[in-house]
């Protein structure tokens, strides 16, 4: 199993949709969790991080649940802007100090007008 | 979050030579990373760049190969060293903040588009 597996996509929607993303992560003992968004020939950028008890910024909320190792991004009223490559983040270690992040292959998200 | 830069933003070189590639950062951070991204590929980790000793490299990667300097908290450097086609990548510095939970969260540097012929 891949440490940080993600719907392959891409996902291409209307306007307006509401459109989900999913991530499994193979390491039970891992702590942190994000989302990063990746525009093309540009470098990550923290979208949001991922906390116990889901999280939710304007349009987008993230959820995680640790029993199913499985985090999920929604995105609500989809913008052209959001048109990008979602990349699920997961620290390999317990927390600490070390940065050591997963990321998974993204989903690239293309909103059409 | 911190601006982080890097120099050069991008560069062709000839194999076998060696590049080094700079990452500034605004504000003093303790923790500072190298990840590469290969073309078509997510970010893989190539090691920590600690101040004041030996960078801490992942598995598959070595200092021979990858030499990195941490002079103080604000800048760092990583060398490709002896550069193949199979180098080419992007390569981006990053730096953490500490969250509450003793997690991090990372910013990433514009990265380094390095093209090896």
């Known amino acids: 199993r891949k440490e940080v597996e993600q719907d392959p996509g891409p996902f291409n929607v209307p306007e307006g949709a509401t459109v989900a993303f999913n991530c499994t992560y193979s390491?039970?003992?891992?702590?942190?969790f994000f989302w990063y968004r990746q525009d093309c020939r540009k470098e990550p950028k923290l979208l949001m991080s991922v906390y116990s008890s889901g999280n939710e910024d304007g349009r987008f909320t993230a959820q995680l649940n640790r029993a199913s190792q499985y985090i999920s991004l929604l995105i609500r009223d989809s913008k052209l802007s959001d048109s990008a490559t979602y990349l699920c983040?997961?620290?390999?270690?317990?927390?600490?100090?070390?940065?050591?992040?997963?990321f998974g292959k993204g989903t690239k998200l293309s909103v059409k007008p | 979050s911190a601006v982080i830069s890097q120099k050069p933003s991008r560069d062709i070189c000839q194999r076998g030579t060696s590049l080094t590639i700079q990452c500034q950062v605004d504000s003093q951070v303790t923790m500072m990373f190298w990840y590469r991204q290969q073309p078509g590929q997510s970010l893989t980790l190539i090691a920590t760049?600690?101040?004041?000793?030996?960078?801490?490299?992942e598995s598959g990667f070595v200092i021979d190969k990858f030499p990195i300097s941490r002079p103080n908290l604000t800048f760092s450097t990583l060398t490709v060293s002896n550069m193949s086609p199979e180098d080419s990548s992007i390569y981006l510095c990053?730096?953490?903040?500490?969250?509450?939970?003793?997690?991090?969260?990372?910013?990433f540097g514009p990265g380094t588009r390095l093209t090896v012929l």
């Open positions: 983040v997961v620290n390999k270690k317990d927390g600490g100090s070390q940065g050591n992040l997963i």
């Open positions: 990053s730096v953490a903040r500490l969250m509450g939970q003793g997690g991090n969260e990372q910013f």
């Open positions: 390491n039970s003992a891992s702590q942190s």
């Open positions: 760049a600690n101040q004041g000793s030996e960078a801490t490299y």
